[in-house]
């Protein structure tokens, strides 16, 4: 840039309790525009940037609030501060010293924003805290003596006041002239006496009546600020109510209508028998398919914009149903060989069950003539080849570690797994279970009814509400079904690898269904590794790097691919239902051919909080765009919620690849709980609102393996998440097998688990007030303070972005190997 940056800047004054910076600086807009002048203001904890200093009081382009920011230096004149995924600025000074002056004031005003909001919870939390009935009557008892003795004092001075004006009147009335010396003296006596008793019992008030006031003053705020809360509450309470007594009486009308076309129905069709014309709906729908197609078409009377449903002949079913036979024998062939693999390592057949839970609901069949299924398209297009041979598929459970590929600059080791060989390692025996979960009972509704409205992890939580498991765990778990990414990078198809890709995404939700429990928040710089290439084939470790905001950070690697991401998030309940909006994105690279994709997580709802049986729902849009070589490509799915008044299967999930001529060349159905099928698409017609595929056969290329059927009675945990908390020697320190409070749960000793609990919270507390009060020393005397550093993970730009996310640093196996931790901090 050739332009001289004129920077103005109003440094923030000596002895401010509000730190305050104004100028302009150049902030990163997009690749045509790239950097451009803007004018910004940090005041109050919150970085605002206008356009000129005229819009101040009027349009404000975008702010980001501190006490949760991300402030990353790039270079000697370029930060970037962001707020975990929804806000970024990528800044440019003049010079290095007007690039340390900005950070520096943004490093204090962060502290100073953390330390306000923490003191706000410290005070919402003695505002919150349920007064137990000896406290209330220890406060009114309190008061009860000090009033009591505000009236002795009384008493005692209208005594001493009559005393002395009875006194006072006799000297009065006295004749000096007639009366000797003695007396005179005598009766000034008396006053003197008289008026030292009123005095003290004067002062004696007066102290009884500050103590009083000052007492009843504290109390007073105190009581207060709860009852404004306790109002709040009666007042959210009445809501929910209100809600919920509108959707009972919508049920019940509902359900009267459903009773009411029952009868209209069976009416009908006793009529239609006696006619001897009897033409089903399905039949009726598929009427006009042509032979040996599969056609999707938009229903005339669906609303949802971009749905299609599907046409298929006789003769097709015929077709299908011989294509189902030979993917059962194709299952059979792996299930062969994954019984091989669990007797090898000692595992139940039970840990692996590949049959459907029947009592839940069910994805769509293969092929079925009679299924009619909504698939998301819109305006989108992408290509895809053919399924690969059974030879190929089976990879994920017989081959061993991959041949490196060209090697990624982020994974140790090319694009083989280090460590790793192809002959078969010696697999490891692990538990399949963990202790049944105890029957403590507690009142849900007792601990949520103050939390209306708060983020989640500002909730204190007893253990009770946990599963044994952190959230650097429950992370891990995304990669049960890692097998898809080993299809995935023998794919030629840049489309069909997409479409595996896609399958994989949406298999992480597999196990939310039945999973209500709370994972442990990781504590700042808590770890967890997860090796487990002897037998499934990869490897993951993953930190906790953030505080504020809340940030973990995770790196996987695979046979040929490797796949990382950076997850926090946001939320809020609501008294009905608990809302999970992730934020930070997820990636997955195959170093082969280079191809690399990334999106984002979908929404999580926690429903029935207060009544009821607790059950979760993903929904939401999402998009898994391609990069590097793979960038022009793009997977859109679509996760419909869940509804009580539609007779489609729930928890459906339907989707398009589409090639970089925006046309769509795979279709993707079925349920995030239970399987998911692709079918090619040969081609396309209709309007662009409402487009018909062509399509070849359905595959299913993923169905969930089902947890043991007794999990109910241990955290409905499948045979992955009962091993991830296994000791096993040689882990950080700071691992999460470590963590006490967690293995107390495991065992069943709660109590503990919640002293433990609060104790580590305590710790950690400390050392974060600790920091704070360093960086804000340094900032006061204009010092710059290094930011918290994770040991196993650094801030970098993602290539093909203009993303900051956490990387790992490739060396945390190594360390391992020769068990070297003293980075690891003291956090247990």
Not at 356 to 366: A, L, Q
Not at 446 to 456: F, P, R, V
Request: charged fraction near 25%; aromatic fraction near 8%; glycine fraction near 6%.
């Amino acid at each position: 840039m050739t332009d001289v940056l004129v920077v103005k800047v109003v440094a923030p004054e000596e002895n401010d309790n509000d730190p305050e910076m104004k100028g302009w600086l150049l902030k990163w807009t997009n690749y045509l525009k790239g950097y451009q002048k803007r004018w910004f203001v940090l005041s109050k904890g919150v970085l605002s940037y206008y356009r000129n200093q005229a819009e101040m009081n009027h349009t404000c382009r975008g702010t980001i609030s501190l006490h949760g920011a991300l402030i990353h230096t790039v270079d000697s004149c370029t930060f970037v501060v962001s707020n975990g995924g929804t806000q970024t600025f990528h800044i440019k000074t003049a010079n290095e010293v007007e690039r340390q002056s900005w950070v520096t004031a943004l490093e204090l005003a962060k502290v100073k924003a953390i330390r306000a909001m923490e003191s706000e919870e410290e005070e919402e939390k003695e505002t919150l805290h349920v007064v137990p009935s000896q406290e209330i009557t220890a406060v009114v008892r309190d008061l009860t003596e000090r009033l009591e003795s505000l009236r002795t004092c009384y008493d005692l001075i209208t005594k001493h006041g009559v005393a002395l004006q009875g006194a006072l009147a006799e000297l009065k009335s006295m004749n000096i002239m007639s009366s000797d010396e003695d007396t005179i003296v005598g009766r000034i006596k008396i006053v003197n006496e008289r008026a030292t008793l009123f005095r003290i019992t004067s002062n004696a008030m007066i102290n009884a009546c500050n103590d009083y006031l000052r007492s009843a003053e504290s109390q007073g705020h105190k009581w207060s600020k709860a009852l404004q809360h306790e109002r709040e509450n009666r007042e959210r309470l009445e809501e929910i109510v209100e809600q919920l007594a509108k959707q009972h009486t919508q049920l019940e009308q509902a359900a009267h209508r459903v009773q009411q076309n029952k009868l209209a129905m069976n009416t009908q069709q006793v009529l239609e028998i006696d006619c001897g014309a009897v033409v089903s709906d399905d039949e009726i729908e598929f009427f006009d398919a042509e032979d040996d197609k599969v056609i999707y078409q938009r229903p005339a009377d669906d609303h949802d914009d971009g749905a299609f449903i599907l046409k298929m002949s006789d003769t097709k079913q015929q077709q299908t149903q011989t294509s189902s036979s030979s993917t059962s024998s194709f299952s059979s062939e792996i299930d062969d060989n994954a019984h091989k693999m669990r007797k090898s390592c000692g595992l139940d057949d039970k840990g692996y069950v590949d049959s459907p839970d029947p009592n839940s609901p069910k994805g769509s069949g293969h092929g079925n003539a009679a299924d009619n299924e909504d698939n998301s398209a819109g305006n989108n297009a992408g290509a895809v080849g053919n399924l690969r041979s059974s030879q190929n598929s089976e990879i994920s459970l017989n081959s061993g570690a991959g041949a490196g590929g060209t090697g990624d600059p982020r994974r140790p080791g090319g694009g083989e797994i280090s460590g790793a060989s192809n002959s078969r390692q010696a697999i490891r025996k692990r538990r399949t279970r963990v202790p049944d979960k105890p029957n403590y009972p507690l009142n849900l509704w007792s601990i949520m009814k103050n939390c209306i409205g708060k983020e989640l992890s500002k909730i204190p939580m007893p253990v009770n509400f946990n599963e044994p498991l952190s959230m650097l765990q429950r992370l891990t778990e995304d990669y049960e079904y890692a097998e898809l990414l080993d299809q995935a990078a023998e794919c030629i198809d840049e489309c069909e690898q997409l479409a595996y890709v896609a399958a994989f995404s949406i298999s992480a939700y597999s196990t939310t269904t039945t999973r209500t429990g709370k994972p442990f928040n990781p504590l700042l710089g808590e770890t967890f590794e997860c090796d487990r290439t002897d037998d499934l084939g990869w490897r993951c470790i993953a930190e906790q790097v953030s505080h504020h905001p809340p940030m973990a950070a995770t790196c996987c690697e695979g046979r040929n691919w490797v796949s990382w991401q950076e997850f926090t998030m946001t939320s809020k309940f609501r008294g009905k239902y608990l809302q999970i909006i992730p934020l930070g994105a997820a990636y997955v690279l195959f170093p082969k051919t280079n191809h690399k994709y990334t999106w984002h997580k979908v929404t999580t709802t926690v429903n029935n909080i207060i009544v009821g049986k607790l059950w979760v729902d993903q929904h939401g849009d999402t998009e898994i765009v391609g990069l590097n070589s793979s960038s022009g490509i793009k997977c859109v799915l679509k996760y419909i919620p869940y509804s009580y008044f539609s007779r489609e299967t729930q928890r459906r999930v339907k989707g398009v690849v589409i090639d970089r001529n925006n046309k769509v060349k795979w279709v993707i159905r079925g349920t995030w709980d239970s399987q998911i099928e692709i079918a090619k698409v040969r081609s396309t017609s209709g309007p662009p609102d409402s487009p018909e595929y062509e399509t070849g056969l359905y595959k299913t290329i993923w169905e969930r393996r089902m947890p043991p059927s007794d999990s109910e009675k241990y955290y409905n945990f499948s045979v992955l998440a009962a091993q991830l908390n296994e000791m096993e020697e040689g882990v950080a320190p700071t691992d999460s097998r470590h963590r006490p409070d967690q293995r107390l749960m495991e065992v069943g000793k709660w109590d503990e688990s919640n002293h433990e609990k609060l104790r580590l919270e305590e710790k950690q507390r400390e050392k974060r007030k600790q920091r704070e009060e360093e960086a804000e020393a340094a900032a006061s005397r204009g010092e710059p303070f290094p930011p918290y550093q994770p040991v196993w993970f650094s801030q970098q730009r993602e290539e093909g972005t203009d993303n900051i996310v956490h990387i790992h640093t490739g060396n945390y196996w190594e360390h391992k190997k020769r068990q070297d931790w003293f980075k690891c901090p003291d956090i247990f």
